[in-house]
Structure formats: structure tokens, C-alpha cells
């Protein structure tokens, strides 16, 4: 059994995604034949202040999640998690994206981690 499966574990990091605008960014898509849980997000790092950005979402996942509190650039970050909600997988195939819906006042960019289970 391959170590990135049927366990926690990062599955990607895609850097300078665009925290502004109101768009869908890929941050994974599972290989065929495996399904993607996604289990929390790392987002950090940002290149400016994220105020204003009070509404950003993750295909299946959370929806509505507030980063304006992320106003240190280079060193802020937040850890999105599941919070026993739920949720629907991540089939093969099928990107999981952020998408911006209210982004930051800003142009800003930011540096993605996203975790899950793929099997």
C-alpha cells in the first residue's frame, strides 16, 4: 500500500493562488480509479492583506469561509478543517477547487496545503 493512501496525508501545494478575484482555482484532482476526502486546508502565506475577503469556497467541501483576519503578509496562515459537518467525496477525476466569492480588497495571493484521504 502506497503511503499517500487510505491515510491523512497532503496530497498538494499550489502557490500564488489569486485571493482576489472572483474566480475557481484547482488546488487537486484525484488520479482515476481513487476518490479524494478532503480532511483540512492550509492557507498561508499571503502575499498581502486578505481583508475584505469574507466568503471563499471549497468544491464539496466548506463553503462561506471568512480569511479576512489574515492581514500579516508572508507569515499568517489558517488551518480549514471539517468540523464534523458533512460533506460530499471527491471523485476521481473531479477537481476540488477554491473559488472566490467575496476575496480580499487587495490583490493578493496565497500558498494552498490541502490534506486528505485518498482511496
Keep these: 500500500m502506497d503511503l499517500t493512501e ?12 489569486d485571493m482576489k478575484t472572483a474566480a475557481a482555482t484547482t488546488l487537486f484532482t484525484p488520479p482515476t480509479g481513487k476518490t479524494f476526502y478532503p480532511t483540512h486546508v492550509i492557507v498561508r502565506e499571503p502575499s ?10 471549497f468544491t ?3 463553503q462561506g469561509v471568512d480569511l479576512s483576519s489574515m492581514t500579516t503578509l508572508g507569515t499568517d496562515y489558517m488551518v480549514i478543517d471539517s468540523n464534523n459537518v458533512k460533506y460530499t467525496k ?5 477537481a476540488f477547487q477554491m473559488t472566490v466569492t467575496t476575496g480580499s ?4 495571493t496565497a ?4 490534506f486528505g484521504i485518498l482511496a
Excluded at 487510505?6 to 493562488?17: D, H, L, R
Excluded at 498581502?48 to 469556497?57: E, N, V
Design 90 to 94: 471527491c471523485a476521481a477525476a473531479t
Design 48 to 57: 498581502a492583506s486578505l481583508a475584505g475577503g469574507t466568503s471563499y469556497g
Design 105 to 108: 480588497t487587495l490583490a493578493a
Design 111 to 114: 500558498t494552498f496545503d490541502v
Design 60 to 62: 464539496g467541501w466548506k
Design 6 to 17: 487510505n491515510a491523512i496525508t497532503k496530497v498538494a501545494t499550489v502557490t500564488g493562488v
